[in-house]
């Protein structure tokens, strides 16, 4: 069965600092697929990046960035210079061969200005 | 860009009655999901539809049921409602079951009374 922990409930920040948010995934499969999404209070969940498992290169996209180690099961991802609009819940998945997701519990992440 | 649209968007149900909730994919997506999300906690699969056919089923009650019809879109219905159905419903779609990322709707809010 696949497994996706996010060991933070909440993390607080003030605007302009970087925040770092963990995730550990376990799988059988050894194609497979990751995700983080941003819920904002209004509720929608915005997709912002997929890794594949078969590339391990960490990459940079704006204010995203991302560390991916198979060799840890983790998958992390890291805001920087946060602004108050990054305040969401974030949520880690993992996806199954079948398509669907199986999503960690997510992390609330709350910046003040 | 077109994004996957659900209504409606918010449903006030009384106990034992049903609802019918609809999802139109983006354009060319050919899979859908359901997904449920109970407050503070994180989104659980229902179920899924490739070509119209059913895909991959996850905790989905038997009173609650769904399809694909040839137009792409789908449709969750849901009998003798209970409070504890009370939630977020999602609809996400992609392209490839097996390669895609998941773009979700804005959601449906279920409120059970």
């Known amino acids: 069965a696949q497994k996706v922990t996010q060991a933070q409930t909440e993390i607080s920040v003030v605007e302009k600092e970087d925040v770092t948010l963990d995730c550990v995934y376990e799988t059988r499969d050894t194609t497979y697929y990751l995700f983080w999404y941003k819920q904002p209070p209004s509720g929608e969940l915005v997709f912002l990046i997929r890794r594949n498992s078969f590339d391990e290169q960490n990459e940079i996209s704006g204010r995203y960035s991302w560390n991916f180690q198979k060799s840890t099961s983790s998958f992390n991802f890291t805001i920087t210079a946060s602004q108050v609009v990054d305040s969401a819940v974030y949520f880690c998945a993992l996806r199954d061969s079948w398509g669907k997701l199986q999503f960690g519990a997510g992390t609330q992440v709350v910046v003040t200005p | 860009a077109a994004g996957v649209i659900q209504s409606p968007r918010h449903l006030i149900k009384e106990k034992r009655e049903t609802a019918t909730l609809k999802c139109y994919p983006i354009p060319r997506h050919d899979t859908v999901y359901w997904y449920q999300q109970g407050p503070g906690q994180d989104p659980q699969f229902l179920i899924s539809f490739y070509e119209k056919m059913q895909s991959d089923k996850g905790s989905i009650p038997d009173r609650f049921s769904a399809q694909q019809f040839s137009d792409y879109h789908s449709e969750l219905n849901m009998s003798s409602l209970e409070l504890g159905d009370s939630a977020l419903y999602f609809c996400?779609?992609?392209?490839?079951?097996?390669?895609?990322?998941?773009?979700f709707g804005p959601g449906t809010r279920l409120l059970v009374l």
């Open positions: 996400a779609s992609s392209r490839d079951r097996g390669q895609e990322t998941q773009y």
